[in-house]
């Protein structure tokens, strides 16, 4: 029983914590590792949840959650004599269709992440041209702001033609420095867990909230790579440019509501750099962060 | 020779120029590249087929092919998506900037004007 009660104890922790860190602001000061935070809070959120159901059913085996598992179905013995055993049967359906629900949901969404990519690509290669004037850089005759990252084995920078309008050539450098880190660190890789848990539990506020967290915090971790070969002032400008260029009008509830201040709060950032977060701290969090993720997974081998 | 990607999109070119279903002949006598083999052409029009963004209708011995929508609609879904405008906030891509409307994007400008002044 001990197992389950650490198990459950962890994941409540990983749901504080992770309410805490929507509002944390030192995450702005070092993004990367914030985003690593947040990996290893939902990975051990989601086993600690998880374990400590099945802990908890399978606890008469004695034997921990991954050889109880084993032996549980090995022997397809499950005892339910009294009504405490009915508990510990319905522990071990939501422990195992939260591991279901936790597996494929990624998963799904995974493939339709993919086949949406595919068909994009294969509508570029129809109506996008490429432009003298930014080599490597896919252009759509569209009069709005729009530049983005196709990512994929070989991914693709798109602009809209408007975007050129709209730029001067310092600023869309900026920008188009700014999208290679998306292509370079794989940054939709990041967000795809997020946005799978997000769809498995649409109602929850805090993963709403986390899904948006994680997201500003892969623009600036691509704002931070960016400034390695542009100045911050014209990734600011181009931002700037880019949030009051609402040319289209905004469909009703289509945008929701995490869009708002997420440009200003990257502008200030560019505009009035803090003092990135010292080595040890950000060392600390890292440490944290991976004793974290490696505590839930030897929970589930603790017997009893 | 062009690549394949690229006789494909000359091909839609020429059928979206043109306002009538064309058969693979009269499309390889508007293309640029006079030295492509009939078969090459009708091969292209029959990926794009399968693909689903050509039609075709019989015409005697022939195949009549025409787009199956406009160039605008597929630069609209395009930028629909792009823009993260389909209502289903998924991780298919990764946008530069948001546009903001309202007296959010007033903010926004009050802080560019100061930008620029500086």
Redesign the interface.
Not at chain 1, 122 to 127: F, T
Not at chain 1, 144 to 151: D, E, Q, R
């Given at each position: 029983m001990i197992a389950a009660a650490v198990l459950a104890a962890l994941a409540m922790i990983c749901a504080v914590a992770a309410w805490r860190l929507t509002f944390a602001r030192w995450t702005w000061r070092a993004p990367r590792t914030a985003i690593l935070l947040w990996q290893s809070l939902g990975l051990t959120w989601g086993l600690a949840s998880i374990g400590a159901l099945l802990a908890f059913a399978l606890d008469p085996y004695r034997k921990g959650v991954v050889h109880g598992l084993a032996e549980f179905l090995l022997s397809v013995e499950f005892g339910v004599r009294q009504p405490y055993d009915y508990l510990r049967l319905a522990a071990l359906v939501a422990g195992l269709s939260l591991l279901a629900v936790l597996v494929a949901l990624p998963l799904a969404?995974g493939a339709?992440?993919l086949r949406?990519?595919r068909r994009?690509r294969?509508?570029?290669?129809?109506?996008a041209r490429d432009e003298p004037a930014v080599p490597g850089v896919r252009v759509?005759?569209?009069p709005?702001?729009?530049?983005?990252?196709?990512?994929g084995l070989k991914s693709q920078v798109?602009i809209?033609d408007g975007t050129l309008h709209l730029l001067s050539s310092a600023e869309l450098e900026a920008?188009l420095a700014?999208?290679a880190a998306?292509v370079r660190e794989r940054?939709?890789l990041v967000?795809?867990p997020?946005?799978a848990l997000?769809?498995a539990l649409p109602w929850s506020k805090l993963v709403r909230d986390a899904?948006a967290s994680v997201e500003l915090l892969?623009?600036m971790a691509?704002d931070d790579r960016a400034l390695q070969r542009c100045c911050p002032?014209r990734l600011?400008?181009?931002?700037?440019?880019?949030?009051?260029?609402?040319?289209?009008p905004?469909?009703q509830?289509?945008?929701?509501v995490s869009?708002?201040?997420?440009?200003?709060a990257?502008?200030d950032r560019l505009?009035r750099p803090e003092v990135a977060l010292p080595a040890a701290h950000r060392f600390l969090i890292l440490a944290g962060s991976v004793v974290l993720a490696t505590s839930a997974p030897l929970l589930w081998l603790l017997p009893g | 020779m062009k690549g394949l990607g690229e006789l494909e999109r000359s091909i839609m070119d020429i059928l979206w120029a043109e306002n009538t279903p064309l058969t693979a002949r009269e499309v390889g006598r508007l293309i640029e590249d006079r030295d492509l083999a009939p078969t090459t052409v009708m091969t292209v029009l029959d990926r794009l087929a399968r693909k689903g963004f050509l039609t075709r209708t019989r015409d005697g011995r022939a195949w009549r092919y025409q787009p199956a929508a406009s160039r605008d609609a597929y630069v609209a879904e395009l930028m629909l998506e792009a823009l993260d405008m389909t209502g289903d906030r998924d991780a298919a891509l990764t946008r530069f900037a948001r546009a903001v409307s309202g007296s959010e994007a007033e903010i926004l400008l009050k802080a560019l004007t100061e930008l620029e002044e500086e």
């Open positions: 969404a339709q992440t949406a990519r994009h294969l509508l570029l290669a129809l109506v759509v005759d569209f709005g702001a729009a530049a983005y990252c196709l990512p798109v809209s920008v700014h999208e998306h940054h939709d967000l795809l997020f946005a997000r769809r899904q892969v623009e691509a002032r600011a400008t181009a931002l700037l440019r880019f949030g009051t260029s609402a040319a289209l905004t469909p509830g289509a945008l929701g869009a708002p201040s997420s440009v200003m990257r502008v505009v | -």
